[in-house]
């Protein structure tokens, strides 16, 4: 009996490092695969509905990276300026607040002009989480809610984008990585293409994973990914509403300096005020309560409108409009604009927009863009006030002699 004892604990203990291995991580996207149909579509992803005729949704049973299917999404024409993708809506709690969360997906392009992306969004919506906890449309929820469309509550926590332009590519995984800000309770995994082409998608994973702690911000330092605009554009977001002449895109015939500037042109056309531009965030839980400095060269041709750059300030609860800087209109040659800033109390992300209002027409072009950390906002600095002056010194009153 002690030999048998003896060998049940040998077993045991050399069974423990294969019951201590780490697990791989759980991924939190449904049919990741795309393998499974539900009324004929693919189960557990949605379509973005623009409406147009000219762009394809479907499933590929030939070319895929693993399992039986691939999906795809093409588009054969960019006069309407849409983002069109695949996505997936996960309601979280705060169980996954403070976590980062890591997409992957393999693409493969096929004649694309434009560019690929996947997308991984944080946000906190309530509207969203009743429409799907009661599987109704957003805008019925909102109505159930008594919610004005003017009053939307949703708000943008953390984002990020990769985007990529190869034309012809066999399967290359991409990855982004993203931190959960509290207050996030619903995530938005994305995939999908802008411009012309097919790209397909296929096995997705998006996982939860401890945090990353996010390196001090460098004092001085562009903060700003490709400031020049000298690489493809794909470290900036396009600002582009939905109308038919509006363009953003590298301009390698101007620039201020070095090989290349960005150009945003358009005619007079549209319906109320849009604008229009390029864009670039930073997410972090510390932004709150520094100060900045954004600095930029703009350029313009009979510009029938403003063209400016302005921060805006994501919070859980709030969005706020920070300042602008440079507003400038009609035909200029390169012009500099610089201006100092402070990020309000519990800023999570922060947006830089160099942009144009529209309806309007004309060129911009903005180049050697900045934004520099300047350190902690300084303590405020009351107006002294004035001593109030001393009272003036009573004068004695003298009797007055009465008459006889």
Not at 33 to 61: C, H, I
Not at 247 to 272: F, N
Not at 280 to 291: A, E, I, T, V, Y
Request: hydrophobic letters at 35%.
């Amino acid at each position: 009996m002690p030999r048998l004892r003896l060998l049940t604990l040998l077993l045991l203990l050399l069974a423990a490092p294969a019951w201590s291995a780490k697990q791989p991580p759980v991924n939190l996207l449904n049919n990741p695969g795309f393998e499974d149909v539900k009324d004929g579509v693919t189960a557990d992803w949605d379509t973005t509905d623009s409406g147009l005729p000219t762009v394809f949704f479907g499933r590929d049973s030939v070319d895929k990276h693993g399992g039986a299917v691939s999906v795809y999404v093409a588009s054969i024409s960019r006069a309407i300026a849409m983002w069109h993708n695949w996505s997936q809506t996960l309601l979280v709690g705060e169980e996954m607040q403070g976590k980062d969360l890591v997409l992957s997906v393999w693409t493969r392009s096929n004649g694309l002009d434009g560019r690929g992306y996947i997308l991984l969004q944080c946000y906190r919506d309530p509207v969203t989480v009743m429409s799907r906890r009661m599987q109704i449309p957003r805008a019925e929820a909102m109505m159930r809610m008594g919610i004005a469309a003017t009053f939307d509550p949703v708000r943008s926590l953390a984002w990020e984008r990769q985007y990529f332009s190869e034309p012809n590519t066999g399967w290359v995984r991409r990855e982004v990585r993203l931190h959960v800000p509290p207050g996030t309770d619903c995530v938005f995994a994305r995939c999908g293409i802008f411009g012309t082409g097919q790209v397909s998608f296929d096995d997705a994973a998006l996982t939860a994973e401890p945090a990353r702690s996010d390196p001090p911000l460098p004092l001085r330092t562009n903060l700003l990914k490709d400031p020049g605009f000298e690489g493809d554009g794909n470290s900036w977001e396009y600002s582009i509403p939905p109308f038919p002449t509006v363009q953003v895109e590298r301009d390698t015939t101007v620039a201020h300096k070095g090989r290349a500037s960005m150009r945003l042109h358009s005619e007079r056309v549209g319906l109320g005020e849009a604008r229009t531009g390029v864009v670039q965030h930073l997410d972090r839980l510390d932004l709150g309560s520094k100060r900045f400095r954004i600095s930029g060269w703009t350029k313009t041709d009979s510009l029938k409108g403003i063209a400016f750059m302005i921060i805006y300030f994501h919070r859980p609860d709030t969005v706020k409009v920070g300042p602008s800087f440079g507003r400038i209109s009609m035909t200029n040659d390169w012009t500099h604009s610089e201006g100092e800033f402070d990020t309000p109390p519990g800023t999570v992300e922060m947006w830089v927009n160099a942009i144009y209002t529209l309806p309007a027409s004309g060129t911009v072009w903005y180049d050697d863009l900045s934004l520099e950390y300047l350190g902690p906002t300084p303590p405020s600095k009351a107006p002294k006030q004035k001593a109030a002056p001393p009272p003036p010194p009573k004068q004695k009153t003298q009797a007055k002699s009465s008459s006889p």
